[in-house]
């Protein structure tokens, strides 16, 4: 043991643990971790201007890296302000480590009105988190740490919080710093990839549905030579989109919707081996044999009941199936001619303008292997089923959580794990106004990012709907800064695009800038994407 503070001990712990970078808004509560972490000296922070900031780019930063994030924020309302990008990382599936403040020991649930007190502050975050707990003394610091590592890194992949007074930040104690966590994440029984094996062996037309949990398992390789094997396609969710690179035959990209062609297809085949996904997006015929391989068992049969579970690590799991696979025999003879035809009809199915125009000239502008990470946006919800994916960790969405505003710091996290790559934000105007803020954070810490803002004074996905479906649009207008004078009053190089078709050319010179950038792009009123379930109003609205 050794003598120590607990904001000592916490720094030195996650460094142990082998964090790199800490995502935080500087408070009152945490001045003996700040203090911990600057003599540490071996952890970059990072000051965002807002504490939402902090997760959203703590998970983009684990989502682009492949490990884990990292945030730091004030109990209370710090900790509610950042919950909104622990929902993202809780819906995404994402590695995210919280550490949070709490109020002074002595007046924890005592409802008495201190600085930042909220009742029950672990069971606050409790929906947005897989696993929480609280240090009260110096001597529980290391260990509480490396417990949140361990869950983070065994079963499901999702937000954990660890909190602390600050009188135990602040006190000397005695302390043993442990050894770095170790845990990894299993394969599926062998009974079970056996019985996974037989169904696809004996299945005359497979089919492969990839989920995020491809990514979060670094399981691209394994899954692409499952299906190499069995010579069948892959089709992929919006957050599995890369787990088969778009440049290969095998890839039948991610254009689910009741009358694609992609969907059409999908209900021809007789067996889908389903990789981290919760199948909620994926409609299969109900007499449809599935099998479900995911890391988490209560997702098995959530959505979707005719199916087989597997539950393990996606990665090592595919790998134990392909070794199962291959002695049963050789590879099945190429479909490749079938599966090129098959991707040449997909292609031209659905597409729209102008979305489809701006979606084509922005990908072109864009190196293969750039980052794309979509706002909730009209073009955000257009790439979906529609942006090439070449590499993997190269496309990154809100999930199911659908956060307005989380697009730009979530780039900012992704850059920083990935300062080698091109990374570009497409945000609106309504949903980069909600962190616009953090351009200052981008020229203070020199993450250059390119961030992409479809200008049209509305949120225009909801004034669009009003209009067309509620009897006429109400209080969706917005009134907005000139973008490009406001990102060039922090320093940031701003352009303006005349006509949307021309976003390409421009991303393309600001990527070689490499300095943050921001690109206003004035549009009009965009349709509503066709993939969209359609709006039923009541009959009084009806036109």
């Known amino acids: 043991m050794a003598r120590m503070t607990g904001g000592e001990a916490l720094a030195k712990q996650l460094a142990i643990e082998g964090v790199k970078v800490i995502f935080g808004v500087p408070g009152v509560q945490l001045y003996g971790a700040l203090a911990g972490l600057r003599d540490e000296g071996k952890i970059r922070f990072i000051t965002t201007r807002h504490e939402q900031s902090t997760s959203y780019m703590a998970d983009g930063y684990a989502r682009a890296s492949g490990g884990i994030g990292v945030a730091l924020v004030v109990p209370g309302p710090g900790l509610y302000n950042a919950a909104a990008?622990?929902?993202?990382?809780?819906?995404?599936?994402?590695?995210?480590?919280?550490?949070?403040?709490?109020?002074?020991?002595?007046?924890?649930?005592?409802?008495?009105?201190?600085?930042?007190?909220?009742?029950?502050?672990?069971?606050?975050?409790?929906?947005?988190?897989?696993?929480?707990?609280?240090?009260?003394?110096?001597?529980?610091?290391?260990?509480?740490?490396?417990?949140?590592?361990?869950?983070?890194?065994?079963?499901?992949?999702?937000?954990?919080?660890?909190?602390?007074?600050?009188?135990?930040?602040?006190?000397?104690?005695?302390?043993?710093?442990?050894?770095?966590?170790?845990?990894?994440?299993?394969?599926?029984?062998?009974?079970?990839?056996?019985?996974?094996?037989?169904?696809?062996?004996?299945?005359?037309?497979?089919?492969?549905?990839?989920?995020?949990?491809?990514?979060?398992?670094?399981?691209?390789?394994?899954?692409?030579?499952v299906a190499e094997y069995l010579q069948c396609p892959v089709a992929m969710s919006p957050e599995g989109k890369g787990a088969v690179s778009d440049h290969s035959d095998l890839s039948l990209g991610a254009g689910y919707w009741p009358s694609s062609k992609l969907r059409k297809f999908t209900e021809t085949c007789d067996v889908v081996l389903a990789v981290g996904t919760r199948l909620a997006l994926a409609p299969f015929p109900p007499e449809m044999k599935v099998i479900q391989?995911?890391?988490?068992?209560?997702?098995?049969?959530?959505?979707?009941?005719?199916?087989?579970?597997?539950?393990?690590?996606?990665?090592?799991?595919?790998?134990?199936?392909?070794?199962?696979?291959?002695?049963?025999?050789p590879p099945r003879p190429s479909r490749k001619g079938e599966r090129e035809a098959l991707r040449a009809e997909i292609a031209e199915d659905g597409r729209q303008q102008p979305q489809d125009g701006i979606t084509k000239s922005l990908r072109a502008g864009m190196p293969d292997d750039a980052i794309y990470v979509g706002d909730m946006t009209q073009i955000g919800y257009y790439a979906r089923p529609f942006w090439p994916v070449y590499h993997p960790r190269t496309f990154f969405t809100s999930s199911y959580s659908g956060n307005l505003g989380y697009g730009y710091p979530l780039a900012l996290g992704v850059k920083v794990a990935r300062p080698d790559k091109p990374v570009v934000a497409v945000c609106g105007d309504g949903g980069f106004m909600y962190n616009c803020q953090e351009l200052s954070t981008a020229v203070k810490d020199k993450i250059n990012v390119v961030g992409v803002v479809f200008n049209d004074s509305a949120f225009g996905n909801v004034a669009r709907d009003l209009d067309e479906a509620w009897g006429g649009t109400w209080n969706a207008n917005l009134v907005n800064p000139d973008f490009v004078k406001f990102a060039e009053s922090f320093g940031v190089t701003a352009m303006r695009v005349k006509e949307p078709t021309d976003i390409g050319r421009a991303v393309k010179d600001a990527i070689q800038l490499d300095r943050p950038v921001l690109i206003d792009v004035p549009v009009g009123r965009m349709p509503r994407p066709n993939f969209f379930a359609p709006r039923k109003a009541p009959a009084k609205y009806q036109k």
């Open 85 to 225: 990008g622990l929902s993202t990382a809780y819906s995404a599936s994402s590695p995210v480590l919280m550490i949070c403040g709490q109020v002074p020991r002595a007046q924890i649930g005592k409802d008495i009105g201190v600085l930042h007190e909220i009742n029950e502050q672990l069971d606050a975050i409790k929906p947005v988190t897989k696993w929480r707990k609280r240090a009260r003394q110096v001597h529980e610091v290391p260990g509480l740490v490396h417990e949140a590592f361990e869950q983070l890194r065994t079963g499901r992949p999702r937000p954990v919080e660890i909190e602390m007074p600050p009188d135990t930040m602040e006190e000397e104690g005695d302390a043993e710093l442990l050894p770095p966590s170790t845990a990894e994440r299993q394969a599926a029984s062998a009974s079970e990839i056996d019985r996974a094996a037989e169904l696809l062996l004996a299945a005359r037309r497979p089919l492969i549905y990839a989920g995020g949990g491809v990514a979060l398992s670094g399981a691209h390789d394994a899954i692409a030579a």
């Open 293 to 329: 391989l995911d890391i988490d068992a209560g997702e098995i049969g959530r959505n979707y009941k005719n199916r087989v579970g597997v539950v393990g690590d996606a990665r090592k799991t595919l790998e134990g199936l392909l070794d199962r696979l291959r002695k049963s025999g």
